[in-house]
C-alpha cells in the first residue's frame, strides 16, 4: 500500500461537483474508492465516509420533500443540507490534508 493524500483530498473536494452536475458528487468520489481502496493507505476509510455521507443527504433530502408540503419545514431542511454538502467536504478535505480522519455529522452508517 502506499500513501496519496492528494488523491484523498480530491475525493472530498470531487463532491463538490453536485453543484455542476447533480450526481457527480456521489459517482466520482465511489469510482476512486472502488478502484484504489485495497492500493491507498487511508483510502477505504475515507471512501467509506464519503460514501456513508452523500447516501444520508440524499435520503434526508428525500424526508425533506414531504415536510415541504405538510409543514414548510422542508425548504429549511433543504436549505441547510445543501449547506452542509458544501462545508463539509471542505473541511475534510483539509482533514485530509493534515492526515486526520474524516468526521461527517448527519451521516447513517450504511457501510462500515
Given at each position: 500500500m502506499r ?19 447533480g ?10 474508492w472502488?478502484?484504489?481502496?485495497d ?8 471512501g ?5 455521507f ?19 419545514i ?14 463539509f ?24
Amino acid at each position: 500500500m502506499r500513501e496519496d493524500n492528494q488523491l484523498i483530498v480530491f475525493m472530498h473536494l470531487s463532491q463538490l461537483l453536485d453543484l455542476v452536475t447533480g450526481v457527480g458528487g456521489f459517482l466520482v468520489p465511489l469510482i476512486i474508492w472502488l478502484r484504489n481502496r485495497d492500493r491507498i493507505y487511508k483510502l477505504d476509510a475515507h471512501g467509506k465516509a464519503i460514501v456513508n455521507f452523500q447516501l444520508s443527504l440524499f435520503v434526508l433530502a428525500f424526508i425533506s420533500i414531504p415536510l415541504i408540503l405538510f409543514f414548510g419545514i422542508g425548504i429549511l431542511m433543504l436549505l441547510a443540507l445543501a449547506c452542509i454538502n458544501v462545508i463539509f467536504p471542505v473541511i475534510n478535505a483539509i482533514r485530509a490534508g493534515q492526515d486526520e480522519p474524516a468526521y461527517y455529522p448527519f451521516s447513517f452508517r450504511f457501510i462500515s
